[in-house]
């Protein structure tokens, strides 16, 4: 069946230094792949998504890169600051029966030291 | 702008006990409605979703049902709660043929 996998499930990096999230996707048909930031307690955040028309997306410190060939695509946040510190999720969708079906990855946890 | 409610915040229940969950978008028309399960510390379930009044689908076999008696309005339901019902419930909400979905604040249920 339909399956994201995300890696690597924990991240810990020093403030200033980049992070990189990746996540591949099984069903080829997928072509809509958001990225949701969730602090402790509290409900996802979409912070970025990609089309599967687009290879690169870039908004500040954060930018998505998708590989169709390989079905994968990957989380940037460059200059991390503490504030990141969150569980990313990843996930990928098609349109199926008149509705978005997101399928998720495990998500990430990431922390960010000063 | 649009905005999606969810209550309760928290919920203790006893085993066996009911539930009801309820969830409603304001500022927009004709949504697609989701309800998601996340286990402590795991990742996001889908369980229910709606593309319109009376309109659920089920992704998984449980012990939950889903209703949408209005539009913006959808309800997550249990007539005996289990042990393993415990978790954070989301509701989300996507434009009529839109990709993107939001969360609802969520509800943390416990159920001992």
């Known amino acids: 069946g339909e399956n994201v996998e995300q890696h690597p499930s924990t991240l810990s990096v020093q403030e200033g230094d980049s992070a990189v999230i990746k996540c591949t996707y099984s069903d080829s048909a997928s072509n809509y792949f958001p990225w949701y930031k969730q602090e402790l307690g509290k409900r996802p955040q979409l912070i970025i998504d990609?089309?599967?028309?687009?290879g690169e997306k870039k908004d500040q410190r954060i930018a998505v890169t998708l590989n169709k060939t390989a079905k994968h695509f990957s989380l940037h946040i460059t200059e991390t600051q503490p504030e990141d510190s969150a569980v990313y999720f990843c996930a990928a969708s098609k349109v199926s029966g008149g509705y978005n079906k997101l399928i998720f990855g495990a998500g990430t946890r990431l922390a960010v030291h000063p | 702008s649009q905005t999606i409610h969810q209550w309760p915040a928290t919920l203790v229940q006893p085993v066996g006990s009911p539930l009801s969950l309820e969830c409603t978008v304001e500022g927009t028309s004709n949504p697609n409605l989701y309800w998601y399960r996340q286990a402590a510390g795991r990742g996001l379930q889908l369980l229910f979703y709606s593309v319109g009044i009376g309109q659920i689908s089920s992704e998984v076999p449980q012990n939950l049902s889903a209703s949408r008696p209005q539009d913006r309005q959808f309800i997550l339901s249990s007539k005996k709660l289990l042990l393993s019902d415990s978790g954070f419930y989301l509701c989300a909400w996507s434009g009529r043929g839109a990709e993107t979905q939001y969360f609802g604040p969520g509800t943390r249920l416990l159920v001992l």
């Open positions: 990609i089309r599967s028309n687009v």
